[in-house]
């Protein structure tokens, strides 16, 4: 069965910080890999995804991630932190095919992000 | 667009009572899912429906909990009877299809609280 684990359960930085979240899975064959974020009081939204092609993904709000396979990684990444990026990060990631039309979603436990202005 | 919508918001029970909670998906999505998200963890999925059909349920805790989605737009949820574990997050999403590289849209979710 595939699992996600995020090392960090609460990052706090200050603002203009750089930012890096850490995101292991664990499943041997081809994956499909989110970022989903729930800012307070807000639902959970994509904040972005990786299927195939270039390792590096752009998202919004200026957030990236870069895959690396050998690593099992799908860590994300911002040069700069705002006090309006304090939310609850999700890891998060489906095989690309898992038979009977089922793609489960596998989450990672969440890293709560607080940015000090 | 309207988003996915659920109701209610918040539930407080005590335990061996029964609870249902309702989802309207995005008009159009085909697929529907049901997650409960205890807190301190991340959201774990119960059940799985593309249009009125079960795809995976898997996870869930079939002697108490119930899921079902008629007419293949909106679904219930159902625990009956509830224990004290069932205090959680219950958060309905839709996809277009199953496909896995379809993004999810979730809704607000249902605070649930056992007593």
């Known amino acids: 069965a595939q699992s996600v684990s995020q090392h960090n359960h609460h990052v706090i930085l200050s603002e203009a910080a750089s930012l890096e979240l850490g995101c292991n899975y664990s499943?041997?064959?081809?994956?499909?890999l989110f970022w989903y974020v729930q800012y307070p009081g807000q639902h959970l939204q994509l904040l972005l995804k990786y299927f195939s092609g270039d390792p590096l993904v752009k998202g919004i709000k200026g957030f990236e991630a870069e895959f690396i396979k050998s690593k099992f990684s799908f860590n994300l990444r911002k040069p700069s932190v705002q006090w309006s990026d304090t939310a609850e990060y999700f890891c998060a990631v489906t095989s690309a095919y898992s038979g009977a039309g089922s793609y489960q979603l596998t989450f990672g436990k969440g890293t709560k992000l607080s940015v000090i202005p | 667009e309207a988003g996915v919508a659920q109701s209610p918001r918040y539930k407080i029970i005590e335990k061996r009572q029964s609870v249902a909670f309702w989802c309207n998906p995005i008009?159009?999505?085909?697929?529907l899912y049901w997650y409960q998200q205890i807190l301190g963890q991340g959201p774990k999925l119960l059940i799985q429906?593309?249009?009125?059909?079960?795809?995976?349920d898997s996870q869930l805790p079939k002697d108490r909990f119930s899921a079902e989605r008629l007419k293949g737009v909106d679904s219930t949820l159902k625990i009956q009877p509830a224990k004290l574990e069932d205090s959680a997050v219950y958060l309905c999403a839709s996809s277009p299809t199953t496909s896995g590289t379809y993004e999810q849209y979730f809704g607000p979710g249902t605070r649930l609280t056992v007593t």
């Open positions: 499943y041997g064959g081809t994956v499909n």
């Open positions: 008009s159009g999505h085909a697929t």
């Open positions: 429906f593309q249009n009125n059909g079960v795809v995976d």
